[in-house]
């Protein structure tokens, strides 16, 4: 098996480091431990000294965060990095020929790393990303739209559910 990387991607505010990037990065530090995913932060305006700085009561104050951190498997980018394997966008409008499934990411999990987008911020991921993956993936598979931080714990946990199942 392969591992899943989740990509925070900040279409927030890239010139401040906000509480909504600290928490994000607090709740998402969690479920990728849990689920065994890497966590990636893209276009975030903050240091690795920033990321070790960060308190927080969320994640058991930060603890799996730092698991993470020791593990290698925490990184802040300005681009995909090939290690993160096949880019995928969440969305809840993907486009037809490039929709996927969660089933359909397990499948590919059994042999390539998938690297998945999750914008932050209330414009979602811009259209550049889109236009770059190889997929779309709408986790609801309904066209819902979630908010961030429920895709954040859905999107994991479902593909691993699948993944534990094939």
Known sequence: MKRLTIILY????????????KRAIARAAPICYAFDCNLAIMEFPCSMEDIRNLKTTIGNSGEYLE???DKNRFFIVDKFLPQFGIPVASTSKPEEKKL???????????KKP?????????HGLPKKIFDEVKYHL????KRISLETC?????????????????
Do not use: F, Q
């Not at 998938?114 to 209330?122: A, D, H, M, Q, S």
């Open 67 to 69: 698991k993470l951190i």
């Open 114 to 122: 998938v690297g998945i987008y999750i914008g932050l911020g209330r």
């Open 100 to 110: 996927v499934t969660a089933k359909d990411i397990a499948y590919i999990l059994r």
């Open 138 to 141: 709408d986790i609801t598979e």
């Open 150 to 166: 429920t895709a954040i714990g859905c999107i994991p946990a479902v593909i691993h559910t699948y993944m534990m199942i094939l």
């Open 10 to 21: 900040n279409s927030y505010d890239k010139t401040r480091w906000h509480e909504a990037h």
